[in-house]
């Protein structure tokens, strides 16, 4: 019983075999002239903003907000904490518009107590382009949970973006909400096992002493692929022709042109590594990518942060996939990270398992607004990362 969602464009569960033939949008057409020219109400006391994220106060009012707020696992013992220079990146992609990091503030205060965001990206669903936003980073201040505002800051998103002239929306969930178009699950590979299982966040095997659990997860300290380096400015042209050829294969992906993939993949420390395998005629073959997004521990007096790195954008190409994410695995853990982590989408399924990762207890759906699919896209059929 979905008291919003059951109102909303979107799939719905249990809807009637023969509605959902064929891919295609749920609304009729409408036009930008017939979209609600005022904001949504508020409660008494809020009102909207948007936030400008060039603002260096503005965002690191986001960025408390979402410290303190945001996603956390079932058992509330990690929450996301995703820092400033990566929130910049994540919400200024070529084409983003401000009107679109969309928050509420208490009037009489000021403070920030909600955000919602989007941002333009061009998603390839089976055979159909769409240009879309990206929503992400919903939160509500704890205190003013269950309080029907999420509905209406999602209302608001839609108007917002409705104004532009686009119609359809990717978003990724924990939850399951009416009706995911994939269900992924996340894994993860230890890098620093001691703190992991000092923190909770993993447990000392069966019959596994720690000295053991540390060589299990033992790596190398340098990648081990030859002409593997940090991808360049200048890499730009082929990396987006390479990627854009692997991500043919996927039933949902992104479109990313040469601008898009300069932003997402230049090399960013502790927010986006890249990495280019280049073969000896200087032609590259292969990319790797991921980026870094803490989570704080939640009371616990020896560590405050655990900081991991998430699988990004990874194409093999003369090197096979196994070998790449192993030198993905060397990298992150030669930055400093503790965990890698992934999801069962792309080609993951078949290499998880030999590279040591352990299935996750948490699931990511995969969502589309007002687009419906015909079938549910199997997760290794998802060629698309959410940030
Ligand atoms: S996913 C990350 C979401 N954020 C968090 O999980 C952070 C911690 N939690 C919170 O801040 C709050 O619990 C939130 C809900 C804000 C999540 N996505 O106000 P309420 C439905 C969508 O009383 P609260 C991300 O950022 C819920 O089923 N809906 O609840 C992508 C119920 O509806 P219904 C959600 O707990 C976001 C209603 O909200 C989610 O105080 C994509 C209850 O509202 C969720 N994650 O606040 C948004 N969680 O009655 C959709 C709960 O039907 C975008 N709900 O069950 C759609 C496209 C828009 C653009 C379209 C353009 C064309
Ligand atoms: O990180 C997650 N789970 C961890 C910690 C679990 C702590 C107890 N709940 C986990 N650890 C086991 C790892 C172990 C390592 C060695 C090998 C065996 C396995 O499972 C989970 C993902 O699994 N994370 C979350 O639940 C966070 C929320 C995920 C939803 C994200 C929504 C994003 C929305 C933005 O668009």
Known sequence: NYAFWGTQPVAQFGEQPGTSDADGAIDKPKDVADVRPEPYGLPQNFEWVTCNIDNDDELREIYELLSAHYVEDDDNMFRFAYSKEFLRWALQPPGFKAVWHCG????TTGKLVAFISGIPATVRVNASTLTTVE??????????????LAPVLIKEITRRVNLHNIWQAVYTAGVLLPKPVSECQYWHRSLNPKKLISIGFSRLAQRMTMARTLKLYKLPDQPQTPGIRQMEDRDVPQVTALLADYLQKFQIAPVLDEEEVRHWLSFQPDVVHSYVVEGPDGTLTDLLSFYTLPSSIIGN????????????????????????????????HSTGHDVFNALDIFDNQKILKELKFGIGDGKLRYYLFNWRVAHEIPTNKVGLVML
């Open 301 to 332: 007096d020896q560590y405050d942060s655990l900081k991991a790195a998430y699988m990004f954008y990874t194409v093999p190409g003369a090197t096979p996939l196994p070998q790449l994410m192993n030198d993905a695995l060397i990298l992150a």
């Open 104 to 107: 509420v503030r208490v009037s």
């Open 135 to 148: 929503i992400n980073f919903l939160c509500v201040h704890k205190k003013l949970r269950h309080k029907r």
